[in-house]
């Protein structure tokens, strides 16, 4: 007992790098602050395209206004080390035909076919590896440590910042 004691006060003291570093499970609610949660519509991720049904003519044409470009974030997101679900809207693409720069999104077609959700429900990312275009349709996980930052793009506004963060395919 007295050695367990001794064995946390030291990790305690010295810190756990490896617990220090494990990203944290988010939901897209919890990038708006918690008083507003109730007020603010969060719309459900939808992960099969074939849930979206046919796009009225409405849909097809130009992005329509963001909702909300200066939504209130949470300030203390910034320097959490996270890892949340979502779809890319790229911002670029490189020579190689892929996608390093984007706007993750909790739902496929935001900023694109649907109007883009309020700012603080985007968060602006640059990756470690570019992701190829043919793959854009799927949900993936983005791993990083955020940044509470307005960003604007031609497409909407958002209310985070990952940098350097690491993309994987969300398997569901």
Not at 27 to 41: D, F, G, I, K, T
Not at 155 to 160: E, K, P, R, S, V
């Amino acid at each position: 007992m007295r050695r367990s004691l001794c064995l946390l006060i030291a990790s305690l003291l010295l810190g756990n790098t490896q617990l220090a570093a494990a990203p944290v499970e988010i939901a897209w609610e919890e990038l708006v602050p918690p008083e507003l949660r109730e007020l603010q519509e969060i719309p459900l991720p939808v992960h099969d395209i074939g849930d979206l049904g046919e796009f009225g003519e409405e849909l097809q044409g130009a992005a329509a206004a963001q909702m909300e470009p200066a939504a209130p974030i949470v300030p203390g997101m910034d320097g959490r080390h996270i890892r949340l679900p979502g779809y890319i809207v790229p911002l670029g693409i490189t020579e190689a035909m892929e996608v390093e720069e984007f706007l993750l999104v909790p739902y496929f077609g935001a900023c694109i076919h649907v109007p883009p959700p309020p700012s603080n429900q985007i968060v602006h990312v640059r990756s470690n590896t570019g992701i190829r275009l043919d793959e854009l349709y799927q949900p993936f996980w983005i791993t990083g440590v955020v940044q509470v930052e307005h960003m604007q793009s031609e497409l909407a506004n958002a209310g985070y910042r990952i940098h350097g963060a690491s993309v994987e395919p969300y398997v569901y």
